[in-house]
């Protein structure tokens, strides 16, 4: 690959930033509203399971 200078370098690096295309705040609201409810939902499994899993285990420990 060959080397470029740093000049070269900046103005790439200017012209990739234009075609960046930056949400929106309603974008941003919405995609923020929509990961915490995940993040809730993904919780609330996960505690769930590891309780069931919890419950499983030491039923069959007190087997024992």
């Keep these: 690959m ?3 200078n740093p ?7 200017q ?3 234009r075609k960046v295309v ?3 705040r309603q974008e941003t609201t919405t ?11 993904l919780a609330l499994f996960f505690l769930s ?3 069931v899993f919890g419950a499983i285990v030491s039923w069959l ?3 024992a």
């Design 2 to 4: 060959a080397k470029i």
């Design 7 to 13: 000049g070269e370098f900046m103005r790439q690096v």
């Design 15 to 17: 012209a990739e930033a």
């Design 22 to 24: 930056w949400p929106t």
């Design 31 to 41: 995609t923020a509203i929509f990961v915490g409810i995940m993040m809730l939902i």
């Design 49 to 51: 399971v590891d309780t």
């Design 61 to 63: 420990l007190s087997l």
